[in-house]
């Protein structure tokens, strides 16, 4: 930079060069004029001087020729005293230019000056940058060099993180599979102990009816049934068919706040599931009425569907999530995460390996559970909004009711829709459930308060409409339900009466009253002949029916 200057003022100066030397001349000139010009005013003062006595001499005498001589002299003096005055004014104009560049001189000087000032301070301030940056490179090689430590600590620190991770993953596969093998083998001798305890039940009834039998009385006493205790008003199990329920057994304040679903167990056991706005699961013993366990799902997750197989427990709201338990052990062994909306609807496939969800996101999701880590495995998109699910006792067919009135059938092996059936019900399915016997009809129920049981080969045509001047439904959500042997269809309605109606020819059957207050679901169990049928409320009631 200090060179670039000096170039600089070298390359500036030059032109200036001819300017001083052209002022030193001139300023010479100046001088010798202005002692000329002292000089011949001297003469001139001298002159004039001479003159006027001369003209004082004349006046008493007539001019001579000598004066003519002097007079003409004097004339040329004079021009000549006047060509002095003109030069003289071009050498004021000289001075004033020679001013006006001494002025320029000392500007530039200045200029210089204050530039070289300036090249001074840029010197010491790089002599100030190249302190700082030697001194920065100084710094930087103690950085790089620390940085160079510390990634190896790193890396070293890494490999054994991973070492450890992997032996802890290792570890935790090794508890798992140990823990599955447990559950396993606890489910299997639970089996085998119900099985034995059910062997030895039978094995005391054949020895008292042995025992009465051989009374030999004749009173007709051996024809009592044991099961019931001698109470033939009692309905147990293996009974003769299915029985309309008439009265109420057992009515349980289930939740504090408005129960949304009802599941019996199809395996069999003998309790009932219920879900609620309180974000808890329930399970009940349908003999005794007694809780036997209960699940939460979190806080502020309002639950809307729900489904029982054997010792799994699974349930959805609106946490976008489904939760399956096993209600053995009471432990969350499943949270399914997938969809972007609140889950409406879930049911078991093929027994507890697979799971089906229905969600407001237009989809429904089908995931193996089959391992501890579950997974997506097909996914089922559609137009509207799902309300209510369901699937057959094959498990090859789901149904899907929808928020625009239709239903639509899907093959979950595939994910194709099989079946579209449009405007069904004027507003909204609320719920769908297929007969027991004859997978091919399946029962709706709408939000314009009609339950109609369709046909799916003969293009949905409905077989049957289920109607009465006081049957109204108000929820999204709310269920209905078909007896085991298909002959009957039941559905709750606000007014808080139960309706049962024959399917054959859709004539009302029976109207239950018992609740307070709207009806949100029934259900009937598949496998007790039909005698088991319960229903809960918006208050959180549950009554199971005898």
């Known amino acids: 930079l200090h060179d670039l200057l000096k170039e600089r003022n070298a390359f500036e100066t030059e032109p200036f060069t001819a300017v001083f030397e052209s002022n030193a001349i001139l300023n010479a000139s100046i001088h010798e004029l202005q002692h000329r010009y002292d000089v011949v005013q001297t003469e001139n003062t001298r002159h004039k001087e001479d003159i006027d006595k001369l003209s004082s001499q004349l006046q008493a005498r007539g001019p001579t020729k000598i004066e ?128 034995l305890t059910e062997l030895n039940m039978q094995e005391k009834k054949r020895f008292i009816w042995s025992a009465k039998g051989d009374k030999g009385d004749g009173s007709g006493d051996g024809d009592v049934n044991l099961a019931d205790g001698g109470n033939n008003s009692s309905r147990m199990f293996g009974g003769a068919g299915v029985v309309v329920p008439t009265s109420i057994k057992q009515r349980i304040m289930a939740h504090m706040r408005q129960a ?28 005794s009425g007694k809780m036997l366990k209960s699940f939460r799902s979190g806080s502020n997750n309002v639950l809307l569907g729900l489904d029982i197989f054997g010792s799994l427990v699974a349930a959805c709201g609106t946490d976008k999530m489904c939760r399956i338990w096993n209600a053995r052990t009471e432990r969350l062994i499943h949270q399914l995460v997938g969809h972007s909306q609140k889950v409406t609807g879930t049911r078991f496939i093929n027994g507890d390996k697979s799971i089906l969800t229905a969600s407001a996101d237009r989809s429904m999701k089908v995931w193996d559970i089959t391992r501890s880590t579950y997974r997506q495995t097909v996914t089922l998109r559609h137009s509207s909004t799902s309300n209510c699910i369901d699937v057959s006792y094959d498990s090859i067919t789901a149904v899907s009711g929808h928020l625009d009135g239709g239903v639509r059938f899907w093959d979950v092996r595939s994910s194709e829709r099989t079946a579209d059936i449009t405007e069904l019900h004027s507003n909204g399915v609320t719920s769908v459930k297929f007969n027991p016997r004859n997978n091919a009809e399946v029962l709706t129920t709408g939000r314009d308060s009609v339950v109609k049981l369709i046909d799916v ?90």
């Open 260 to 287: 949304t679903s009802l599941r019996y167990d199809p395996m069999g056991s003998d309790f009932i599931g219920t879900a609620s706005e309180d974000s808890t699961v329930k399970l009940w013993n349908t003999g």
């Open 457 to 546: 080969r003969k293009s949905g045509e409905v077989l049957q409409s289920f109607f009465h001047s006081e049957y109204r439904i108000d929820l999204s959500y709310a269920g209905c339900a078909i007896s085991p042997d298909g002959k009957y269809a039941a559905a709750g309605s606000s007014t808080g009466d139960i309706f049962i109606w024959r399917t054959v020819d859709g004539n009302l059957m029976k109207q239950l009253k018992g609740h307070d207050t709207g009806v949100v679901s029934v259900a009937w169990n598949m496998q007790t002949n039909g005698q088991q049928f319960a229903s809960v409320d918006k208050r959180g009631y549950l009554i199971l029916w005898a």
């Open 68 to 195: 003519l001589k002097q007079r003409e002299k004097i004339q040329k003096l004079e021009e000549q005293l006047n060509e002095k005055r003109y030069a003289e004014a071009d050498l004021a104009k000289e001075k004033d230019k020679s001013k006006e560049l001494q002025s320029t001189i000392e500007n530039l000087k200045e200029h210089i000056t204050k530039k070289e000032t300036k090249m001074n301070q840029l010197q010491e301030q790089c002599e100030d940058a190249q302190k700082q940056t030697k001194l920065a490179e100084k710094q930087y090689d103690g950085l790089k060099e620390t940085i160079q430590r510390l990634q190896s600590d790193n890396d070293t620190l890494q490999k054994n993180y991973d070492e450890i991770e992997g032996r802890i993953l290792q570890e935790k596969e090794k508890f798992v599979e140990l823990m599955n093998k447990m559950n396993k083998d606890n489910e299997e001798l639970q089996k085998k102990i119900d099985m």
